[in-house]
Nanobody, 118 residues
Framework: QVQLVESGGGLVQPGGSLRLSCAAS????????MGWYRQAPGKQREEVAT???????NYAGSVKGRFTISRDNAKNTVYLQMNSLKPEDTAVYYCNFRELLLHRMSYWGKGTLVTVSL
């Protein structure tokens, strides 16, 4: 099993920046993907950005060029640097860990709230 703990959420002004962190612990498989998903009120959860253990990345079109996902495999930690934040970025951001081999199990963090407002 994998446990995920997110941090870094909070209130930020439009145009500002925020950096989210997610630390994974437990039974970590070397071949995996970690990522960030978000869910705004009344909307479905959507993929924001993902990164594999081989450092291949994928971004949602709405955040491309503004957000950067990175990871430290030694620390089993993934980061999301969010720049030029917009009010529509307001959501609960969830960290995800997905095994790419064996059972291909997926794990979720409890989420951290990001509010972009004046």
């Amino acid at each position: 099993q994998v446990q995920l703990v997110e941090s870094g959420g909070g209130l930020v002004q439009p145009g500002g920046s925020l950096r989210l962190s997610c630390a994974a612990s437990g039974s970590i498989f070397s071949i995996n993907a970690m990522g960030w998903y978000r869910q705004a009120p009344g909307k479905q959860r959507e993929e924001v950005a993902t990164i594999t253990s081989g450092s291949s990345t994928n971004y949602a079109g709405s955040v491309k060029g503004r957000f950067t996902i990175s990871r430290d495999n030694a620390k089993n930690t993934v980061y999301l640097q969010m720049n030029s934040l917009k009010p529509e970025d307001t959501a609960v951001y969830y960290c995800n860990f997905r095994e790419l081999l064996l059972h291909r199990m997926s794990y979720w963090g409890k989420g951290t709230l990001v509010t972009v407002s004046l």
